[in-house]
């Protein structure tokens, strides 16, 4: 373990340091991790029932529109972030890619959040077949830019090493702002709400969580903004992967609440969109190694040190293993009585949680495979297989959502789920020299 975090001609204080470094780095971003994992289900749970199973389901799908729709408008530079950062710290090249990041996703996402405002109302019933959606939508347009610009900048904090503010920036600070909000108005102030109020309250917490964010990013030594937008081709080819895999991955992941949404009551829909929120949190030690090992993965490869890169891949792998796993087996074990903790219409979803379960606990045992991937610029091998897991994905959806309803939806999610975790594993192997884990 020690080799991979310093040259084997360092003291052996100095691996101490970068060993001692490297713990607390997992110590205050597990917290975070676990503080936002925390923060995402109760916000689930006080949502739905604050405003009821129909209600809850319009604003799950317009939290699911959040996320992916964020995800999409970064446009690649998510992982660029964090490579380019890594190795460079908050250097010209590491600025240059945040400016670039930054400029970009915000003309592309407010050009098409605009048309999505505008006609909400036909999106809501001709999309989504849900009418009564339109207002959510409406918030959901108005904040999808600032939440991709908050995003990339949690990638950026990541990159130079900063877990608290990387969890911040990726669903900490709304969600919990979010939540401050709704408790408040609900629960303290008695006024009755319904998705458009969380919805606008999601709106706010967005924006005050992006001002929050810029403010710590440029108090920093070196940081620095300039619009920019021209990038060269290579730099174009890479953001291209980079992207189709994350769109292919959100397929994967989403695609059951988006289109086999269509299929379903929104009642129906919340449950499932419990359920897989719920089941996030087998793999929230898996998150918190990909923010912490990601930018070391990134020097290890450019230093050549193949060993320490698997060597660290087997320690972590290990270590998720070791944690998660009997979490997995509490949540399945209790399955009907924590989806009941979102009400009684929720109840009825445990073999749901089971199934979402059980695909997160197979993606964990793989390792951070999408990482070891992207950090060490194989980005293309991982488009090809999450394009593999997102088409089957997709296909089962619609085989499965309209005849069996959520555990339909939750079958075909987990089967993309495993198939992309499974490919990347041998990717890895065939690219690397090595298996995560061994």
Request: proline content about 3%; hydrophobic content about 60%; aromatic content about 10%.
């Amino acid at each position: 373990m020690l080799r991979s975090l310093a040259q084997s001609s360092a003291p052996p204080v100095q691996a101490l340091l970068a060993q001692s470094k490297l713990l607390q780095g997992f110590m205050v971003a597990g917290s975070a991790k676990a503080l936002g994992s925390l923060i995402s289900v109760v916000f689930s749970i006080v949502a739905a029932r604050a405003l009821g199973a129909t209600e809850a389901g319009y604003l799950f799908l317009g939290l699911t529109l959040l996320h992916v729709g964020s995800a999409v408008f970064r446009l690649g530079f998510d992982g660029k972030l964090a490579r380019s950062f890594g190795p460079n710290g908050i250097a010209g090249a590491s600025n240059r890619t945040l400016n670039l990041a930054v400029t970009n996703a915000a003309l592309v996402a407010a050009v098409v959040c605009a048309l999505i405002y505008l006609n909400a109302d036909a999106l809501a019933a001709g999309l989504f077949a849900k009418p009564e959606m339109a207002p959510v939508l409406r918030y959901v347009s108005l904040a999808l830019p600032f939440l991709a610009l908050l995003n990339l900048m949690g990638f950026a904090f990541q990159g130079v090493g900063r877990p608290l503010m990387t969890v911040f920036g990726q669903n900490l600070g709304f969600l919990s702002f979010a939540l401050i909000a709704v408790f408040v108005l609900h629960s303290v102030m008695g006024q009755p709400l319904n998705a458009e109020d969380a919805s606008a309250a999601l709106f706010g917490a967005v924006l005050l969580s992006l001002l929050i964010a810029l403010l710590v990013w440029f108090v920093q030594p070196g940081a620095a903004f300039q619009p920019q937008m021209r990038m060269a081709g290579e730099e174009r080819a890479s953001n291209f992967d980079l992207w189709v895999a994350m769109l292919m991955t959100l397929t994967v992941s989403w695609s059951g609440v988006l289109v086999g949404g269509v299929f379903v009551s929104a009642a129906e829909l919340a449950q499932v969109a419990a359920a897989q929120r719920v089941a996030i949190l087998v793999i929230f030690v898996l998150l918190v190694c990909d923010i912490i090992v990601s930018p070391r993965y990134a020097r290890l490869f450019v230093d050549g040190d193949m060993p320490g890169m698997r060597q660290l891949a087997r320690f972590t792998t290990w270590a998720m293993v070791s944690i998660a796993v009997p979490l997995a087996i509490g949540i399945t074990l209790l399955a009907d009585q924590i989806m009941s903790l979102f009400g009684p219409e929720f109840s009825a979803a445990g073999a749901v949680l089971i199934a979402f379960t059980a695909a997160q606990t197979i993606n964990l045992a793989t390792g951070s495979v999408s990482q070891l991937l992207i950090m060490s610029g194989h980005e293309r091998d991982y488009r090809r297989v999450t394009v593999i897991a997102a088409l089957l994905t997709l296909v089962l959806t619609l085989l499965l959502a309209s005849t069996y309803g959520g555990i339909g939806i939750a079958l075909a999610c987990a089967a993309g789920i495993i198939t992309q975790n499974l490919l990347s594993y041998f990717a890895v192997r065939r690219r690397l020299g090595f298996f995560p884990g061994f």
